[in-house]
């Protein structure tokens, strides 16, 4: 028999702490929709889509009631469209991201992601001009989400692609700018992206994946949270994360569960659970509150690299068992505007651009929802990247930047974007500018790590 | 299929009643049984087994367990017992 007190505590974390399956994500390969003629292939892309992912958000809203979770996105990502886009050479690729919100409307999905570019190493047929239309894209569809991989461990850093998304991601804001520069909250640029990362925006469908899979994330920075709680501020960092494990371990034991349970349901293999903490604006739902709860006044003070390392680790080493298959990004995000803590923290200057770049080198992403000044130059962002990128290829780990410049904002306003994307006061850059570096382009060598034959 | 009805709330009576009533209307087996009242606090948990042909859907169900819940002054909660095994049991 069940023990009441397990039962009690299931109920508990989902009533009050916020315990919820983040997204599940159907990876749907578009290999086979190629055709030389673009409003061809775009049918083709329309039709494969719906046709996979007909039963997704019923079935998936199914095992929510029944299991009595919280579900709380339904996603779908495919392969990368420079891929698709690029026989249509001459054509202008924006069609694909019509196709891709077209279906997402049809189905009911909230986000569709991989109108997207992997450029770590050098530009292809397509690659160009998918990158270029990615502004447009953006403010003329409502569900796509696009991302582009500038660098990897492998490669080294695609700076010709780096100081080309500073300007993207400038352009991305400036055509939304009457919509809170939402269009910049929908690109990722990436360094070691993941092929099957199920969280938005940088979702896609790698390549080496299967037709098409099941991939669920997790969240629940809330539960991790009330568990902290109570804990005696006397007991040692040792015993803090065993308390994190435990809780990750019981979270991630519930995204196997709906994964299986969709895989089986919609006859779709089961890809991997993203052990993510995911937090949401929602108070109670912060990653920031977690380091906070370990004993930090607030987030961003010294030491807060360091309990969000523990954090991190402890979120993986207790997931990793309760999951078959481990893969995405998994680990703690760092999302400033979503996340009620952190915009706490921005708020009172506690947080700074250079604060949160020391914690990317230790969480699962990188640079996350930063509102920046609107007249940041292009170089900047550009520099932005670049940084994180050099993070991420030298450590060997994801690292991705989602800034948002709020175009026609003043510097003591915030964007809102409403929703789980939450709002963020304007925070402050580094002077000097780094335009000369920028200009120069190339490639950044692979570094030692990348030799591991 | 076994699901699990948890009903937590303000202790009253017969929440026992009602509730167990529910179920038989609904073709709803209850196997097991356990109840504390801790103060003022309410806490009844039920293990259920039902045909899923012959009882009404998981939708159907919750909509009808939160009417009845709001009615008597509790939550009541229908779920599928895997959750519960699979977070707490290895």
């Known amino acids: 028999m069940l023990e009441t007190k397990d039962i009690l505590e299931t109920i508990n974390m989902i009533d009050n702490e916020h315990l919820d399956v983040r997204t599940v994500t159907m990876g749907i390969s578009l290999l086979d929709c190629i055709d030389p003629d673009i409003d061809k292939a775009c049918e083709n892309v329309y039709n494969k889509i719906c046709r996979y992912a007909a039963e997704l958000v019923p079935t998936v809203e199914a095992i929510s009631r029944e299991y009595g979770i919280p579900i709380i996105n339904k996603r779908i990502a495919v392969t990368p469209i420079s891929m698709i886009a690029a026989v249509c050479q001459d054509k202008d690729p924006i069609k694909f991201a019509y196709a891709l919100d077209r279906a997402a409307e049809t189905l009911g999905v909230n986000f569709i992601g991989g109108y997207s570019a992997l450029v770590q190493k050098g530009f292809s047929a397509g690659d160009y001009a998918l990158i270029e239309s990615i502004p447009r894209a953006l403010a003329e569809t409502s569900h796509v989400c696009s991302s582009v991989n500038i660098g990897s461990t492998k490669a080294g850093i695609n700076m010709d692609a780096v100081k080309m998304m500073g300007r993207i991601v400038k352009e991305a804001a400036e055509l939304t700018k009457d919509n809170n520069c939402a269009g910049a909250s929908k690109l990722v640029v990436f360094c070691n992206a993941p092929e099957d990362n199920p969280f938005m925006a940088g979702a896609f469908h790698g390549v080496g994946e299967a037709d098409c899979v099941i991939n669920v994330g997790v969240s629940g920075p809330g539960v991790v949270r009330a568990a902290l709680a109570k804990i005696d501020d006397k007991e040692d960092l040792s015993y803090v994360a065993d308390v994190v494990k435990k809780t990750a371990f019981k979270i991630t034991r519930m995204g196997q569960l709906v994964a299986q349970e969709a895989s089986k349901r919609l006859c779709v293999p089961f890809g991997i659970v993203d052990l993510s903490l995911a937090p949401t604006p929602a108070v109670g739902d912060s990653v920031a509150h977690i380091l906070e709860e370990m004993g930090l006044e607030i987030c961003g003070c010294h030491g807060t690299t360091a309990a969000l390392a523990l954090l991190n680790d402890a979120v993986k080493k207790g997931g990793v068992m309760a999951s078959s298959h481990v893969g995405g990004l998994s680990g703690a995000f760092i999302p400033v505007s979503e996340d009620a803590g952190m915009i706490a923290a921005a708020e009172q200057d506690a947080i700074d651009i250079t604060k949160l770049e020391a914690m990317t080198a230790v969480c699962s992403v990188g640079l996350d929802m930063i509102v920046v000044p609107g007249d940041t130059p292009a170089e900047v962002i550009s520099a932005i990247i670049a940084d994180e990128a050099a993070i991420g290829m030298v450590n060997t780990k994801t690292t991705a930047v989602r800034l948002i410049p709020a175009v026609g904002k003043k510097d003591d306003e915030c964007l809102d974007f409403g929703g789980l994307f939450g709002y963020s006061p304007i925070m402050k850059l580094r002077k000097g500018s780094p335009k000369i570096f920028i200009e120069r382009g190339g490639r950044i060598p692979a570094p030692l790590q990348a030799l591991k034959n | ?90």
């Open chain 2, 1 to 90: 299929m076994k699901a699990v009805v948890t009903v937590l709330g303000k202790d009253n009576v017969g929440i026992l009643a009602k509730v167990s009533c529910a179920c038989a209307e609904r073709n709803l087996n209850i196997l097991e049984v356990t109840q504390s009242v801790l103060q003022d606090l309410f806490a009844m948990i039920m293990l259920v087994e039902f045909d899923k042909d012959k009882a009404p859907s998981f939708e159907e169900l919750n909509k009808d367990f939160d009417e009845l819940g709001e009615k008597i002054g509790t939550k009541i909660h229908i779920m599928h017992e895997d959750i519960f095994n699979s977070m707490h049991k290895i």
